[in-house]
């Protein structure tokens, strides 16, 4: 008896790992190479439609609701201190605040991301500036299409700014840049 119950136990265990490796395996995860390669068009098109001021030339890779932080912070009721959130929840909303997020250090962050500066968490996406921006890998549940798509947005001024500084080749031409040279 004592063995019917080991053995049954030991099928449980079994099926469990079973299960939880055809979970795990359920979307293949990108190599930093592959990932490099999917985010590339996807930066393109942002810093495209950036430069001439439509939306509709990213949206399709922007995860709405839209996260934008901002540098202000403020204190909940149970004393925690928190920075000020909101949540663009559509491309027209986008656009129609386009220059109230889209900022010059807004616009200095994305002009100089490359994938290769960003850095890369195979399970998450790509951030860049501190977590100042992030690319999610997400798979849009109405189509089904797998792509990165932009979900946070920091108009946090002085940690993006520090990022920018670092990352920023002023002998490159940027396409997004709102003059010819950089300051």
């Known amino acids: 008896m004592k063995s019917s119950k080991y053995a049954l136990k030991l099928s449980y ?19 930093r190479e592959q990932a490099n390669e999917k985010l590339t068009p996807i930066l393109s098109a942002l810093k495209n439609g950036i430069k001439k001021h439509d939306v509709s030339m990213f949206e399709e890779y922007v995860l709405f609701p ?30 129609k605040r386009f220059n109230d997020i889209f900022t010059p250090t807004v616009i200095n962050l994305i002009d100089c991301l490359t994938p290769e ?10 951030d860049a500036a501190y977590g ?10 109405d189509t089904g299409k797998r792509t990165f798509a ?11 700014a520090k990022w920018v500084k670092e990352h920023y080749n002023k002998n490159m031409i940027h396409p997004t840049s709102i003059t010819d040279s950089v300051d």
Do not use: C, H, P
């Open 13 to 31: 265990l079994a099926s469990f790992f079973i299960l939880l490796s055809g979970g795990v395996n359920a979307v293949e995860l990108y190599d």
């Open 66 to 95: 839209l996260n934008i932080s901002y540098e202000e912070a403020y204190v909940t009721a149970d004393g925690k201190i928190k920075l000020k959130t909101e949540k663009i929840q559509q491309a027209s909303e986008l656009q």
């Open 117 to 126: 500066i960003m850095t890369y968490d195979r399970y998450r996406g790509f």
């Open 132 to 141: 100042g921006i992030w690319f999610y890998d997400v798979i849009f549940d």
């Open 150 to 160: 932009l979900s946070s947005i920091s108009k946090n001024k002085s940690s993006t």
